[in-house]
């Protein structure tokens, strides 16, 4: 079965500091892996996805993420941390290749200190 | 991408009583879901609205406890039926635009029940 893996239930960072929010995956065939943002009293945002092509995938806010199939990572990262960047995080992988249905990781709360 | 719209965004219920909740998207869409989000927690799926025939429930959900329904390709209900405490939660839609593509949220419904 597929599944994702958010190792970290916090992650503290300095603002204007690069920040990292891990996700590891674990599927049989081709990984469809996606992450999202979450602020408070709202639904998710979708923040980008990676399906095939370069390991380096860019999206919404100045985030980006980075696909490792060797250690099946899709860790998402941002070069300089803002504070209002504070909130929580999901990562999510495709339940199969034939369905759009999602398998969200537990989420990570981002916060980032002035 | 798709604007959708989820009402109620709150409630406060009694025990025992049964809330529909609708979500209304702007455009027609493939696929259209509803999660479950726990205090502080994960999405949960409940099941997959399919147009015009009984939706399909994940492990754990039952239709005589969750009634979807979805007349067309831009709507669709779910029904919180018989509510207990244990059923306080977020309730959220979401949408596929293009098979393949991102899943894209509602703001959800926040249910406590009394």
């Known amino acids: 079965a597929q599944s994702v893996a958010q190792p970290e239930d916090q992650v503290n960072v300095a603002e204007g500091n690069p920040l990292t929010v891990k996700c590891t995956y674990s599927?049989?065939?081709?990984?469809?892996l996606f992450w999202y943002v979450q602020y408070p009293n709202r639904g998710l945002q979708f923040l980008l996805k990676y399906i095939t092509g370069d390991n380096l995938v860019k999206g919404s806010y100045g985030f980006e993420a980075e696909f490792n199939k060797s250690q099946t990572s899709f860790h998402l990262k941002k070069p300089s941390a803002l504070v209002s960047d504070s909130t929580l995080y999901f990562c999510a992988v495709r339940d199969s290749q034939d369905t759009d249905k999602l398998i969200f990781g537990t989420g990570t709360r981002l916060q980032v200190f002035p | 991408s798709a604007v959708i719209s989820q009402k109620p965004s709150r409630d406060i219920c009694q025990r025992g009583t049964s809330l529909t909740i609708q979500c209304q998207v702007d455009?027609?869409?493939?696929?259209m879901f509803w999660y479950r989000q726990q205090p502080g927690q994960s999405l949960t799926l409940i099941a997959t609205a399919n147009q015009g025939s009984e939706a399909t429930y994940e492990s754990g959900f039952v239709i005589d406890k969750f009634p979807i329904s979805r007349p067309n390709l831009t709507f669709s209900t779910l029904t919180v039926s018989n509510m207990s405490p244990e059923d306080s939660s977020i309730y959220l839609c979401?949408?596929?635009?293009?098979?393949?593509?991102?899943?894209?949220f509602g703001d959800g419904t926040r249910l406590s029940i009394l």
């Open positions: 455009s027609q869409v493939t696929m």
């Open positions: 979401s949408v596929v635009t293009d098979r393949g593509g991102p899943q894209h």
């Open positions: 599927v049989s065939g081709n990984p469809y």
